[in-house]
């Protein structure tokens, strides 16, 4: 039994690491927290840091805190994966350049769409005998 | 033996599609009508032939005949038995065996149930699932050949994916998706029909096809449902949506076909929106191709994504066919669908209607767009960035409140107008579920504006919809004397469309209640702990009591078992597991979720010493999630109720 | 039937099948590394896979990429659990061994794995002809933008990072990209 279990716990030592939280703790966690929801986990499908189980997201994640709690800000964090990785690392496109295309094109969308409702709704409730 | 059968009926149902699809225009150009009835032959033949061949390899499957290369790459002998039926579906060669399946079931039950309906609409529309069908079977013969020989045999099969294993929704959520994806074919096979059968005009392709719409939409939303459902028990972050791009795949024609149930009503009573709802229905169609496209062609990198290879290709040129084939049709026929109505007033359900369509649109396009930005972006730019989850949460919240905001207007206004007292009577009682939510939500500590406002929104209709029951009862109570439970049941069966819509609202906010809630209330806490200490959360206390770890013959299974504590009595346990697969690098980790009506508390095995001294634990508090499971189930129900008719036609 | 419109709907769809057409010709699993051009991240870490003389080091020597400059740098991230690590590692042992002498030093970074199991490893698959050190925390791994194994970092003399390989490599790389880093090194 202790050898199976040593046998296959290689792949899961990497977040023996963690450890128990003090409450003074759970603000840089909180932190933490948040600045790893919006970087990406390279090894991973398109889930952030901060969700996913595997190790290297949770080494990651170790690196944020580490750096937020030499006083690093959030943006410096962020700017130091970008260093690393690429802008790939951010899992939502900094709103720069070409990039605002896709936060924009939605509203667009809204936009011109809520003013051609207006239009329709007036022209389809004209009473049927009033000049166009 | 099996395999030369199978590889075989696919070849001669190539042959059989064939003749139906060139038989139709035939029939119709040259007035041989005789030939429909063979064409018809056709469809029910193809369903046969298929059928033998999707048999066939549920029999390899179960008899290990590894000499069958789907088989090979899917099979293992210690797979057990329900896992080893539904590999069907498991890997792409036997995916797109399962899609031809499903699709030459419904094209022959199309083809039953309409066959004697006089004219070309029938013909046509049997024609274009022909043609979807022919496609679907060149993948079967080439690139995705599930029945490909395997020599020399190999003893045994590596079985199905880790992750397909390991819960029993995995023989759940794909057959629900394929029913409902595949379902969309039929409305859209009736488009075109009317489209090619010159029937454009009249709404009769609508009429016929609104069953089968409502039925495969129903289908869909119970299997994004499961999906969610599956993703939140198996995967063990705690999560049940992350944008992957092959959910979104199965999101994006959910949007559309929504939206379509509501504006081909305004069609129905107002003959307008007709180019609009034939949009719609086609863009339906796309967008489920589109989401195997993406699936299967590696274009996109998602978690569901089968193994790529030319099969990409192949998809790109069905969807150039098919995209540039109808859209053109459409785009062809819009002179003769102008509309032909009017509205009575801006304030009614009708305009509501039109709000829904924008929003439900801009919902699609939004999260279309952000799927394939990351394509575009290097396409043009060359860079390679991501799109995820905080974009489409981001962009996505409004849209969602508005919705929900909508959901309690629309059943509240009357069709055609309603006078200013009467937007006055219907509009401002539900303020009063909206105050209530946002009270509660207050007190439990939401302070994020979009939360708030789901809540009240999600409260607004939720007593919206609650009360047009009410009034709908009590008016058969002072009419007829009845009691609450007749006048419920009579009230329901009176108008089936309309208080299915109601029922199907009130599933989609219990949806929206839980992932509202699990969001913005959600607590984790993660610890290494020895047997006999605890860890706590939100009011929840778990000991350690033991790790163990076992062997079954198809992997190797390390649990830990969990108490749950009440002060020092155990209330219960719980046994998060991680477990070892040997063709699998990493373990495929197992949480142990306890559902509660106010909350699942969710504990994940993080870590764990290989002597069992210690363990790491991650448990997360996520309230109302079970909402969510129970709202899909009432959604389904609300359409069901939608679906099955009382004989007499009434006012929707 | 409006032909007219037909086409033009028909014309507008083609951008769309355009772009997927592209998409097909992409893997979106292939990450450009921002790293090639920049000073390489200084590290200093342990050795426990002492490799063979001439090219080895005691086990728990410190490695410092201080001490390298000057020499051009092959380092190769591994695991014992990463199946394509075994494609290139005869490869570039037996192409560290010919390098012998130069100014070249091959150096092997454990990733996410326990050194017994590297050295394990190691033994299984004939020996390795130059030292391995381990990562605690993955570090250095995240310093190099690592995202998966196997990943091979070529840094040039004056340690910048010169050129960065995802995936087994091959002998005609490793000598293609080290020749030409020496060559310019020793202008």
């Known amino acids: ?132 | 033996m099996t395999r030369l059968l199978a590889h075989d009926a696919i070849l001669v149902s190539m042959a059989v599609v064939l003749f139906g699809i060139v038989a139709v225009p035939v029939a119709m150009r040259t007035g041989r009508r005789g030939l429909l009835p063979y064409a018809f032959a056709a469809v029910y033949t193809n369903f046969f032939l298929v059928s033998v061949a999707a048999v066939a390899m549920v029999y390899a499957l179960v008899t290990h005949d590894f000499s069958v290369s789907y088989v090979a790459q899917v099979g293992g002998r210690a797979t057990p038995l329900l896992f080893t039926v539904i590999s069907l579906w498991g890997a792409l060669e036997g995916s797109i065996l399962f899609w031809a399946w499903v699709l030459s079931m419904y094209a022959a039950a199309v083809v039953w149930i309409n066959s004697r309906r006089p004219g070309n609409l029938v013909p046509y529309a049997a024609a274009t699932l022909l043609f979807v069908s022919f496609f679907f079977a060149i993948l079967l013969v080439g690139p995705a050949d599930p029945f490909g020989v395997v020599s020399p045999v190999p003893p045994d099969g590596p079985g199905p994916n880790p992750l397909l294993q390991n819960h029993i929704l995995m023989a759940i959520h794909p057959p629900l998706l394929y029913l409902g994806y595949v379902g969309m074919s039929v409305p859209f096979a009736f488009a075109v029909g009317a489209m090619l059968s010159g029937e454009v005009e009249t709404d009769d392709w609508m009429r016929i096809t609104r069953r089968w719409t409502l039925s495969a939409w129903a289908l869909l939303s119970a299997a994004i449902i499961a999906g969610m459902w599956w993703s939140y028990e198996v995967l063990g972050w705690g999560g049940y949506w992350a944008w992957d791009p092959v959910e979104n795949a199965s999101f994006l024609p959910w949007l559309t076909a929504t939206a379509f149930l509501h504006s081909a009503m305004v069609q129905e009573r107002r003959g307008m929106l007709r180019l609009w709802n034939l949009n719609l229905v086609v863009g339906t169609f796309l967008l489920t191709i589109l989401g195997t496209f993406l699936t299967r062609s590696g274009i996109v990198s998602s978690v569901h994504a089968f193994t790529t290879g030319t099969i990409g290709y192949y998809f790109l040129a069905f969807i150039a066919i098919v995209m540039l084939a109808s859209l053109a049709l459409v785009a062809g026929n819009s002179e003769r669908l102008r509309s032909t109505g009017r509205f009575d007033s801006a304030a009614s359900r009708e305009t509501v209607f039109l709000l829904n369509n924008l929003f439900l649109t801009a919902f699609m396009f939004t999260v279309l767009t952000g799927t394939l930005f990351p394509l575009v972006a290097e396409a043009i730019k060359g860079v390679k960035v991501s799109v995820g989850e905080p974009f489409f949460n981001r962009m996505s919240l409004p849209i969602v409140v508005t919705l929900l905001f909508l959901m309690g207007v629309g059943p509240a206004l009357p069709w055609k107008a309603a006078s200013k007292a009467e937007l006055k009577a219907k509009l401002v009682p539900p303020a009063a579920g909206a105050g209530l939510m946002l009270v509660i939500a207050l007190v439990a500590g939401a302070r994020n504006v979009y939360a708030l406002l789901a809540f009240a929104f999600a409260g607004y209709a939720a007593f919206a919809n609650l009360r047009e029951y009410w009034i709908g009862m009590r008016a058969r109570r002072i009419a007829h004397g009845e009691g609450w439970g007749t006048a419920l049941v009579r009230l329901v069966g009176g108008n089936r469309h309309r208080y299915g819509g109601y029922t199907a609202h009130l599933g989609v906010i219990l949806v929206a209640f839980g992932i509202a809630a699990s969001s913005t209330f959600r607590t984790e806490y993660e610890a290494t702990i020895k047997p006999g200490e605890t860890i706590s959360l939100s009011g929840h206390t778990l000991r350690l009591k033991a790790m163990w770890g076992r062997e079954e013959p198809q992997r190797s299974v390390v649990g830990a078992t969990l108490e749950v504590m009440n002060g020092s009595m155990v209330k219960g346990t719980m046994e998060p597991r991680m477990n070892f697969y040997p063709m699998s690098q990493s373990p495929v980790p197992t949480p142990a979720v306890r559902s509660r009506f106010l909350g699942d508390l969710y504990v994940n095995l993080q870590a764990f010493r290989p002597d069992g001294s210690n363990a790491t634990i991650r448990v997360i508090y996520e309230p109302l999630v079970p909402w969510i499971w129970f709202g899909g189930g009432v959604v389904v129900f609300g359409a069901l109720i939608a679906i099955f008719p009382t004989g007499r036609r009434t006012d929707a | 039937m409006n032909w007219k419109r037909a086409t033009i709907a028909a014309a507008c769809v083609v951008p769309l099948i355009i772009l997927f057409g592209y998409g097909l010709t992409r893997d979106p699993k292939d990450i450009p590394s921002p790293l090639p051009g920049h000073e390489a991240s200084p590290f200093a870490l342990a050795v426990f896979a002492p490799g063979q003389p001439p090219l080895n080091r005691a086990p728990g020597d410190t490695v410092r990429l201080a001490e390298l400059k000057g020499q051009v740098v092959v380092l190769n991230f591994w695991a014992s659990w990463c199946l394509s690590c075994r494609d290139e590692h005869q490869i570039l042992s037996e192409t560290a061994k010919s390098y012998a002498g130069k100014p070249v030093h091959f150096l092997g970074v454990l990733y996410n794995d326990e050194p017994g199991n590297g050295t394990q490893w190691i033994e299984q698959m004939g020996g390795q002809s130059y030292p391995s050190v381990t990562d605690p925390g993955a570090r250095t791994a995240i310093n190099y933008g690592l995202y998966g194994v196997p990943e091979t970092y070529f840094l040039d003399a004056s340690g910048r990072i010169a050129y960065k390989a995802t995936g087994p490599v091959n002998e005609r790389l490793i000598r293609h990209v080290v020749d030409s880093l020496m060559a310019v090194a020793a202008k």
């Open chain 1, 1 to 132: 039994m202790t050898r199976l279990l040593a046998a296959f716990a290689f792949a899961a030592l990497g977040a023996l690491g963690a450890v128990q939280q003090s409450p003074a703790d759970s603000v840089l966690e909180a932190r933490t927290a948040e600045v790893a929801a919006q970087l990406r986990c390279p090894v991973c499908q398109g889930l952030s840091i901060q969700d996913s189980p595997s190790e290297l997201s949770q080494q990651m994640r170790s690196v944020v805190k580490d750096q937020l709690r030499a006083g690093k800000s959030p943006d410096e964090v962020k700017a130091y994966f970008i260093s690393k990785y690429g802008e790939w690392i951010l899992l939502e496109p900094k709103p720069k350049g070409f990039n605002v295309l896709v936060y924009l094109m939605p509203v667009l969308l809204v936009v011109i769409g809520l003013g051609w409702i207006v239009v329709a709704v007036r022209k389809w409730t004209r009473p049927p005998d009033s000049p166009a």
